[in-house]
């Protein structure tokens, strides 16, 4: 007993040690623009003492620990505030503007140039659903696209002609990798459609110039698509038209980190050819099938593994009216296509750092025949790609990588055979410097070098913006693109250059949650654009020489413009809608053009409406999309201008409506899809024979089309899964 | 001498342990009472405030979390679509702490499927499917842990309810759900005087809407 008398004191001092000593701490939180905060939370780490600011922003209480402490102060919203102190009995004031998270308020983002699709990033312009529900896109992931500014309206060739680029200064990119046959192969005078379906990706980056060290290979444009993660379920689903057949089946295993899945489709255009008359003479008319297999492997918190693999077989022929002859002659033409593509990409973080791997193999065979003229081309492209970035501090983001690829080109001409191979490899590195997340710079370069021309290139890339109040940032680009010149000058001449392409681009965008407007005005500056000689004079002009000329990179040109978007979802109760409209002078000196003209490929004005109305109770909706641009330059022999004449203006008015229903366990979506509705007559250009005496109008196959169709989806439930295990 | 000094330690120790205890115990009933007599929704970022600062300086309690997440969801609910997100974000960053603390619990997956379907509401169109499931897959869990929890059933019925007839919803299908955890009420009890206690009110009002659609 006594002993424990003895420390008592002691117990004593103990307690009051833990107790007593209360220092008071009390301020004020605000915002940067000193605007109280309410509700913010005040506390000491660790520790049960603190509470809420008053609607004033003031806030006191008694912190009973002693010693080193951390003040923390957090409110949604805003970025958490930690404020390390010394609880020593004496009274605290603590004063603190919160900084707005990024969340909430966006921070400055490089906006210059690119549109982006995503549901993860609230600044988009798009959503992917959008690219989906686009009327007159015909589910075509192009299709969307060319509603947006800066892309013409071209329907006699695939692709994306962006701001008086040819399509084939655009690239395309899947999860970092370049897809080499994106569409599907050319068809005289009738575009195609992309091979692949919009479903697949959950992201969409479309840049109409100034775009990242991180790609290169293209003077105008790339379209970067980020595909699918796991799938949230299994499902599986169907979709049934006259035009095709299609289904497949995707697992989700019972631990949730892995999926693969399967789809397989046909597509004949018998029916509905017998039904929608058709201009061209079709002998064969179109048919495709394929199928796709896919596995992703979630391999930790922040790992992916994702593979894809998909093969394609198309046929068609017909018989074009040969415009030379003068008792009807007709060409026969007609293409067998295979193709096969595949991709494995790794993500995962490894420390600081993200690690993304990829490597692609894409196999492309064509068979064409003309006549009696048997023509096969094969495209391989082998490529292997690596990007480490990670945030270093002061708010410095780095990326370095490096790519190759490996093209492999063979083509024959009935007993004439010719190759040719590529390893072209290059290395970027690129840097975002935040300043005060109002400001951020972009400094990029890249070196590109490709051994079939023995030739590199470096290319610089600076971007910068800056935040313009509370929903606006101004944007500035620049930057130097190269591209390889296109391989049918390669087969003859590997002593070209690289094409070169300078931008420079200026944004202002205002951004809110029910209205987006971007407008950007443009300068480009084409140099070393491979050109034809003998360049013929404007009366013998004849496209498609035959004869193999020579070539060198004397060429240029330059296209300048405007581009503005506007997008409302608010203002008619329910109905989104987004209208663009498109400036673009531009003149090159290119391929066999024996002058600088405007290209036949570019209007000079664009615009496009889009609607759309959705009724949520009835699960019905429906859009309407109005494209408009003024006529474009054809070659006509007998104007003494060249590329003189202008064809009519394009005018297309093409609508769509969806139904949602339930039939039986599944989600089923009817869809109904028409092209030029009215059937507004659309002419993309002529062709005319060698004396100018007669020309065929070329414009699209049907005066419109129409889609009718019905998709189904199951999603399987756990329990079915069980079972079918078993 | 030394073995007193030891018990004497042991005995300071556990009675800051036991005062420990209690001081849990009585900051999470009141705040617990601050958060049934919420009457302005703005009111849940107080509460929310409070039950934060429990779990911070309780590391291994997950009701703290849990409610703490609760108020946000709540927040989330009456919020406008642009704030839907980051209060689901702080949500599910407090469900996910007392998903660790407590694995495999089902009051804390019927939090989930919650946050999950107050995301729908940023984009109904373009995000109907993929939360959707998610809230679905997160509340056949929380039934496959405890096929007891009259919760698990109201928010079961209370997302069919909200759902359209054409995709699966409406007050027909909603009905049975609502009806399983009117039943469940009726011999739910709770844990604790702490332990999740809400909804049954919430559950006989939604089955008599259900009834008169």
């Not at chain 1, 575009?191 to 003077?219: I, W």
């Not at chain 1, 002998?283 to 596995?295: E, M």
Request: aromatic share 12%; proline share 3%.
């Amino acid at each position: 007993m006594k002993h424990i008398l003895q420390y008592l004191p002691y117990i004593f001092s103990a307690i009051t040690l833990c107790g007593s000593a209360q220092t008071t701490i009390k301020g004020k939180v605000t915002d940067h623009k000193k605007k109280p905060l309410r509700f913010a939370n005040v506390f000491i780490k660790d520790s049960y003492d603190g509470t809420n600011t008053d609607s004033l922003g003031n806030y006191s209480f008694v912190a009973s620990d002693t010693g080193k402490a951390d003040l923390v102060f957090s409110l949604t919203g805003y970025e958490d505030f930690l404020i390390p102190l010394v609880l020593d009995g004496k009274e605290k004031i603590v004063n603190v503007p919160l900084l707005e998270s990024a969340t909430s308020l966006q921070e400055v983002v490089i906006t210059a140039g690119s549109i982006e699709a995503s549901d993860e990033k609230k600044s988009t312009v798009l959503k992917p659903l959008d690219i989906v529900t686009t009327a007159g896109a015909q589910g075509d992931i192009v299709g969307a696209l060319k509603t947006l500014p800066g892309a013409q309206q071209v329907g006699e060739s695939e692709g994306l002609f962006v701001r008086g680029g040819t399509n084939a200064e655009t690239k395309t990119i899947i999860d970092g990798m370049v897809v080499n046959n994106f569409f599907y192969s050319s068809v005289p005078d009738i575009a195609q459609r992309a091979r692949f379906s919009p479903f697949l990706f959950k992201g969409t980056v479309f840049s109409t110039g100034g775009y990242s060290s991180l790609y290169g290979q293209a003077l105008s444009s790339v379209l970067v698509l980020e595909t699918q993660d796991l799938p949230g379920r299994s499902s599986a689903t169907a979709g049934i038209s006259p035009l095709f057949a299609s289904g497949g089946y995707s697992h989700l295993f019972r631990n949730q980190k892995a999926s693969m899945g399967f789809d397989a489709s046909y597509t004949n255009l018998t029916a509905y050819f017998a039904i929608i008359k058709q201009r061209p003479e079709w002998v064969d008319v179109p048919q495709s099938g394929g199928g796709s297999y896919n596995f992703r492997i979630k391999t930790s918190e922040t790992g992916i593994i994702k593979f894809y693999s998909t093969y394609s077989w198309n046929h068609l022929s017909l018989n074009r009216l040969n415009i030379d002859s003068t008792n009807g002659y007709r060409n026969f033409f007609s293409l067998t296509n295979s193709n096969f593509y595949s991709i494995l990409t790794f993500k995962e973080k490894i420390g600081k750092w993200v690690l993304n791997l990829g490597t692609s193999y894409s196999n492309n065979l064509d068979k064409i025949s003309l006549d009696t003229n048997k023509i096969k081309s094969q495209n391989i492209l082998a490529q292997g790609r690596v990007v480490v970035s990670r945030e270093l501090p002061k708010r410095i983001m780095l990326r370095i990588g490096g790519e190759f690829f490996r093209f492999e080109d063979a083509s024959s001409y009935n007993q004439y055979a010719r190759n040719m191979q590529d390893n072209y490899s290059a290395g970027f590195a690129e840097a975002d410097i935040k300043i005060k997340r109002v400001f951020v710079m972009r400094l990029g370069g890249r070196i590109d070098n490709s051994s079939l021309i023995g030739r590199y290139k470096i290319s610089d890339r600076v971007s910068l913006a800056a935040k313009a109040g509370k929903h606006g940032s101004a944007s500035f680009a620049y930057g130097n693109y190269y591209q390889k010149p296109e391989n049918n000058y390669l087969w003859t001449n590997r002593s070209l250059d690289f094409e070169q392409c300078t931008h420079l681009i200026l944004n202002y965008q205002y951004v809110t949650d029910s209205i987006t407007l971007r407008t950007e005005v443009y300068y480009k500056n084409y140099n070393n654009f491979v050109r034809q000689v003998p360049v013929l004079n404007a009366q013998n002009y004849l496209p498609n020489t035959s004869l193999i000329p020579d070539t060198f990179n004397g060429g240029n040109g330059y296209a300048r413009g405007l581009d503005v978007f506007y997008r409302d979802k608010k203002t008619f109760k329910g109905v989104d809608y987004w209208v663009s409209y498109t400036f673009l002078d531009t003149k090159r000196m290119y391929k066999d053009y024996p002058e600088k003209v405007r290209p036949t490929f570019a209007a000079s004005h664009t615009a496009s409406l889009v609607l759309k109305k959705f009724w949520v109770r009835r699960m019905f909706g429906a859009g309407l999309t109005y494209s408009y641009a003024t006529g474009r330059p054809y070659y006509n022999p007998n104007n003494p201008v060249f590329l003189g004449d202008r064809t009519i203006d394009y005018h297309a008015l093409g609508l769509n409506a969806n139904l949602i229903r339930k039939i039986g366990k599944s989600n089923t979506v009817f869809v109904l899809a028409i092209t030029n509705a009215i059937g507004n007559k659309q002419i993309f250009g002529y062709r005319y024979s060698k004396d100018g005496s007669r020309r065929e109008e070329i414009g699209p196959t049907a005066a419109r089309s129409i889609f009718l169709g019905m998709f189904m989806s199951f999603g399987i439930d756990r329990s079915k899964e069980v079972i079918n295990n078993n | 001498m030394k073995k007193v000094t030891l018990l004497m330690t042991v005995f300071v120790l556990s009675l800051s342990l036991s005062a420990q205890g209690k001081k849990f115990v009585a900051g999470m009933k009141k705040n617990l009472a601050a958060l049934d007599s919420v009457k302005k929704n703005e009111q849940y970022q107080a509460v929310a405030n409070d039950f934060e600062r429990i779990a911070n300086a309780e590391k291994k309690e997950w009701l703290p979390n849990y409610y703490a997440g609760f108020c946000y969801i709540m927040l989330a609910f009456e919020s406008p679509a642009d704030k839907i997100d980051s209060y689901c974000d702080k949500a599910d960053a407090f469900l996910r702490k007392a998903d660790s603390l407590s694995p495999k619990n089902s009051e804390i997956f019927v939090l989930k499927s919650m946050a999950a379907s107050a995301r729908i509401g940023v984009n109904p169109m373009a995000r109907g499917m993929q939360y959707g499931m998610e809230s679905g897959i997160a509340i056949e869990k929380a039934i496959s842990y405890d096929a007891k929890n009259p919760r698990a059933y109201l928010q079961k019925g209370t997302s069919a309810f909200y759902t359209p007839e054409m995709y699966g919803g409406g007050a027909k299908v909603a009905k049975p759900q609502f009806e399983k955890s009117v039943e469940a009420f009726k011999t739910f009890k709770p844990a604790s005087e702490i332990h999740p206690n809400w909804g049954k009110a919430r559950a006989e009002a939604l089955l008599k809407q259900s009834e008169e659609k």
